[in-house]
Every structure is written in structure tokens, then in C-alpha cells.
């Protein structure tokens, strides 16, 4: 009891703030956006080695991206079809997007989508596995790099053309039969969190939805009345079915490109909002034909929330930056030295050793004092918030609760180190004992709560 209240009073400490007006009533700003391919190469692990590799190109991969500009540093914005970026490899993403946009690391927005059949990126832990012959087993960090470099590129080029930003928007509507949580109850009241991204069992479609948040929110920027770019965040896992190498953007990707139909000229990027336990399992049996309908709903969400889109006056764009500390789990399997025998057993599974190689370059950050930012952008009438790794949805619903004045937008796959962040509930039902996705203990909400507080600014 002790020990962990230590770990939560000290993840509490490490909770540092900086927010900076961007912007005044006769304040101009500016956007540009850019986009760009990062399919992986055949051959390449998807889910950090945990599934199929690379055996088919379904659909592209991209990196897509907003540059915001006004009085103060840039603001950047960038979703990515990729898994997870963790670590080394989230910095050096974002020091080079920093770089090409004159601004600072913590101003770049970056977030996975975290569909599953793409690539996972962490250079410490490609860098351990390089060292006990597993080449490439976890991610290709030069074609990791590549991908920066262009992207970068991308960015540089983009702000040449950046176009002028009078008001912003803001729009919201319900997606109906796509989430449900991961948690159900059976018949004799035991809890479990095995509903997954499809559920051939049809038993699993009857149960309860459980806890989501129904709401995908659409934030929008205009040169008058043109739109320039547009964000949508939703609450679920991207997949519907998954693991036997058809690379793909799934069925998020399929809405979010079917909008850029509909609106074309303007850049549409989509974020998973906080979806560690949610996902589409009540309503997709895994069958093929599931997935373009998973991607009708979605799109009709999206739709609906640029049709109900407000526009106001964009004055002012104030940026915020928390950094936490999270909690190390160190249970079991979870202590440095195990990692390092698993890491180090050519007898091993290689995806065990991939995953003892990621918790030994969390562990290397954590022990370096290398914080996790949660930053948000406040526009007045709006937030955009971005969480790390695969946080649980009550984190989500507990920011929107924290700013009632304000419809906040809410992005997850941030630095993605830490796994799954359960929420307090799912840590009473013993979900991280359950679980090896996950490299925080039981002390994680304390720090996860303070830092979105501060973060968004809410009333004390």
C-alpha cells in the first residue's frame, strides 16, 4: 500500500505545465496541410511482430497533416495509419515535423490511428533486438526514417502555400453500431475484457454495449467560407478484421478518404480517440463484408457532424503542455531482469522478445527522466486534446466532464509506450494482471487525471 501510494504522489509531482496564448482578436493565422505515403515494404512486421507480415498492399498508408500558424510558434497536427509509435522513435518524429514547421517538440501533435495489420516503431527496442540477431523483427528503422524525412519534407514544402484561417468549426454527431467495450459480464456475473475487434460468437453481439462515448467530433478551419482542413476524432478500435498481412488503412481510413471525396480541396485527418477498451466486436463477425459497413457508419458520422458544423471567429488558439510521469509496472514478468532473459532466450517466441525489447526502451526512457507531454489546443469554444497509448475511453468521457463549456475533442496513440492505461474500474476488475500490452501499474489514473486537468485547464 505504501509503495504504490509513493508511485502515485510521485507521478503527481512530475506533472509540469506551459500554456502560451497563440493568438488575439486581430491576430492572423494560417494553414497548411500535406499528406504523405508510409506504406510499409512487403516483408515488414505489423503489430510489432505480433500478427502476419506484410504480404499484400490493400490499401496505402499515410501520413496526413495541418500546420497551424499565428503570432506565436506553429501548431502542428499529425495522424498516421501506423500501430504505435513509441519511445525514441515518437521524439525523433517529432523533432524533425519541430524542425520543418519552426516550432517546438510539444507542439507537435502526433498520433498513431492504431490499425493493427501496419507497423509499430520504437528504435531503442529495434536496437536491443538488433543485438541478439532479431534484424527487423520489431519495425525497418530506415525505412522508419524515411518516412520522417519525407514527411518533413512534406511539412516544409507545405508551409509555402499555407492559406489564410478566419474562423474555425465545430461539429458533432452519433455513430451508431460500431463501439462496444471490451467488458461483459456473463450469466454468473464474472467480468472479463475479451470482447475483442470481431466476435464470431454472435452470443457476444447480444450483450450490452457497455461504456463508449457515441459522439465523433469534427473541428475544421475556414478561409471564409471555404474549409480548409478538418479533424474527427471517435472512440474505437480501427479494425475489423486483422493479421494475415493485407496492409490497410481499415475501416476508419475508408470513411476518413470517403469524406475527402465529399469535401475535396480540404485536408480531413481522423484520430482513434481514447479506445484502449473499445472496439467494434458487437457488431462485426469478422466477415469481409463487414468492414465497408463498419466504414457506412463512420462516414455517416462524418458527414453528419460537417453538415451540423458551427463556424466561429478564429481569435485566438492558446496552446498547453503537461508532462507526466507514469508508474512502471514491475510485477512478474514486468521487472527489468526478466525482460532482459526473455529479450536475451533464443528459445523465446520472437514476439515475447519483441515486447520485452519495447517495456526495456520504456524503462530506458522512464529511467532517463523522459516525461510523456498531454497537450491540448484551446480555441474558445473548443478543445483538442491528445492522450498517450491505447488510454482507456473513461479518460475521454472524463475530459469532456472536466470542461462542460467546451466540446473537447479528445485524440489517444500519443507516445505509446505505456501500453494500455486502464481506467480505474478496469484496474479493480484486475485487467493489468490480465494483460502483458501493458506497462503501467496500478498508480497510472493518478497522473493520467492531474495531467489532463491541467492540461485542459479546468476549474479546481
Sequence with gaps: MRAGMAKYFWGMMAVLAVWVPVGSADTAFKVSTFQVDVTVPLGHAMMGGGIQPAKEIITPLYAQGIVLQGPDKPIVWLSIDWCEIRNDAY???RDALAEAAGTTRERVLLAAIHQHDTPVADFTAQALL??????????DVSFVKDCIARTASALSTSLKKAVPISHYGVGS???????????IVDANGKVAYSRGSSSPDRTIGEMPVGLIDSHLRTLSFWNGKEPVAAMSTYAVHPMSFYGEGGVGYDFVGMAREQMKKEIPGTQYLYFSGCSGDVVAGKYNDRSPEERPKLAGRMYAAMHEAWVKTIRHELTVAEFRSVTMQLPMRETEAFVEAEQRKVLENPEAKPFKRNLA???LSWRKAHAEGRGIDVPSVDFGKAQ???MPAESFVHYQLQAQKERPDQVVLVAGYGESAPGYIPSPQAIDD???EGHTWCWVDHTAPGPMHEAMKRSLMAPR
Design 357 to 359: 525489447a519495447m517495456g
Design 173 to 183: 454527431a452519433t455513430v451508431e453500431g460500431v463501439a462496444s467495450n471490451r467488458r
Design 430 to 432: 484486475k485487467f493489468i
Design 91 to 93: 521524439d525523433a518524429w
Design 130 to 139: 538488433d543485438e541478439v540477431g532479431l534484424e527487423k523483427s520489431l519495425c
Design 384 to 386: 483538442f486534446l491528445l
